[in-house]
């Protein structure tokens, strides 16, 4: 295994402060894409500790695995890993049957699996694109259409699309990224019309600047500082815990009437942040790294 190739363990939490009753969630099915890890794998946690069975699919198997050990040490809950990867419908289509046959439903899907990087546009290969557009946007697609087919037409639920809010103000080196969650918030609007007949509701959630997750440390460019906190309205960064609790509180009977819009969980920072292109180029050459996007 090469250096590149090494798994970060992930870590649950250590002092969770519990908002909602614990057994809120039980007798609940949730199917998480990209629950190995990051937001994704704390939205899982905080889930099974209202009492949550959970199903985490990633295109890393030992990587789900060895997420889905350290979630059921720390919640004693259970937590089903597959191997799936959110292009290719037959892989979907399988692990749907599978978590089906073990739980008998899907209550709750997260569509958290991503790719992003930082690029300026004139940079971005042609495959780089379309692989972010296909594992966000199709992805996102493929995985409700098999959710909404093989449970939730019958039983009802909740779709729960994590997003961002790049494609807001047009965010400096982030065209592919911006572009696909923009689809996803259009396909989250036409999904909640057509499904809400059949008891589905379809959210989007909008995560801002995260402190604790790799995307942060990757695509921060060097820009976070106590200055940069201090121009956010609520003074800090947001935590993988405040996501999760914006999720939780979508499944529970307190969001019956959200359906179809966006929860921008970034305590207001898009408002006030910079978009300086020159000023993030002048960073990211002064030392930060810049994919060369050949994905």
Same mark, same amino acid.
């Given at each position: 295994?090469?250096?590149?190739?090494?798994?970060?363990?992930?870590?649950?939490?250590?002092?969770?402060?519990?908002?909602?009753?614990?057994?809120?969630?039980?007798?609940?099915?949730?199917?998480?894409?990209?629950?190995?890890?990051?937001?994704?794998?704390?939205?899982?946690?905080?889930?099974?500790?209202?009492?949550?069975?959970?199903?985490?699919?990633?295109?890393?198997?030992?990587?789900?695995?060895?997420?889905? =050990?350290?979630?059921?040490?720390?919640?004693?809950?259970?937590?089903?890993?597959?191997?799936?990867?959110?292009?290719?419908?037959?892989?979907?289509?399988?692990?749907?049957?599978?978590?089906?046959?073990?739980?008998?439903?899907?209550?709750?899907?997260?569509?958290?699996?991503?790719?992003?990087?930082?690029?300026?546009?004139?940079?971005?290969?042609?495959?780089?694109?379309?692989?972010?557009?296909?594992?966000?946007?199709?992805?996102?697609?493929?995985?409700?259409?098999?959710?909404?087919?093989?449970?939730?037409?019958?039983?009802?639920?909740?779709?729960?699309?994590?997003?961002?809010?790049?494609?807001?103000?047009?965010?400096?080196?982030?065209?592919?990224?911006?572009?696909?969650?923009?689809?996803?918030?259009?396909?989250?609007?036409?999904?909640?019309? =057509?499904?809400?007949?059949?008891?589905?509701?379809?959210?989007?959630?909008?995560?801002?600047?995260?402190?604790?997750?790799?995307?942060?440390?990757?695509?921060?460019?060097?820009?976070?500082?106590?200055?940069?906190?201090?121009?956010?309205?609520?003074?800090?960064?947001?935590?993988?815990?405040?996501?999760?609790?914006?999720?939780?509180?979508?499944?529970?009977?307190?969001?019956?009437?959200?359906?179809?819009?966006?929860?921008?969980?970034?305590?207001?920072?898009?408002?006030?942040?910079?978009?300086?292109?020159?000023?993030?180029?002048?960073?990211?050459?002064?030392?930060?790294?810049?994919?060369?996007?050949?994905?």
């Amino acid at each position: 295994m090469s250096r590149n190739d090494v798994i970060h363990k992930e870590t649950c939490e250590e002092n969770y402060k519990y908002i909602f009753k614990p057994d809120i969630l039980r007798g609940k099915v949730a199917f998480i894409t990209g629950g190995g890890s990051g937001i994704c794998f704390t939205i899982t946690e905080i889930f099974m500790r209202h009492g949550c069975d959970t199903v985490i699919v990633g295109r890393n198997l030992e990587r789900v695995k060895q997420a889905s =050990e350290t979630l059921m040490a720390a919640t004693g809950g259970r937590c089903l890993p597959l191997s799936v990867d959110v292009r290719k419908p037959q892989q979907i289509l399988d692990a749907v049957d599978e978590a089906m046959g073990q739980f008998g439903k899907i209550d709750i899907l997260v569509n958290g699996a991503a790719g992003n990087f930082l690029c300026p546009l004139d940079q971005m290969s042609f495959n780089a694109f379309r692989t972010v557009m296909e594992i966000d946007a199709h992805g996102t697609f493929n995985v409700s259409k098999v959710v909404y087919d093989k449970s939730m037409k019958t039983n009802g639920g909740v779709i729960i699309n994590i997003t961002a809010l790049l494609h807001l103000r047009g965010t400096q080196m982030q065209t592919h990224a911006g572009s696909a969650k923009a689809a996803i918030e259009a396909m989250t609007r036409h999904m909640a019309v =057509e499904w809400g007949m059949n008891g589905v509701r379809v959210m989007c959630v909008a995560p801002g600047p995260i402190a604790d997750t790799e995307g942060m440390r990757r695509l921060g460019g060097g820009r976070v500082n106590e200055e940069y906190e201090k121009s956010i309205p609520i003074q800090r960064l947001g935590l993988r815990v405040d996501i999760a609790d914006v999720c939780l509180f979508l499944t529970t009977r307190g969001s019956e009437l959200l359906t179809g819009t966006t929860i921008a969980a970034d305590g207001g920072s898009w408002l006030t942040g910079s978009n300086n292109f020159y000023q993030t180029k002048k960073l990211l050459s002064a030392g930060h790294s810049l994919s060369k996007a050949k994905l």
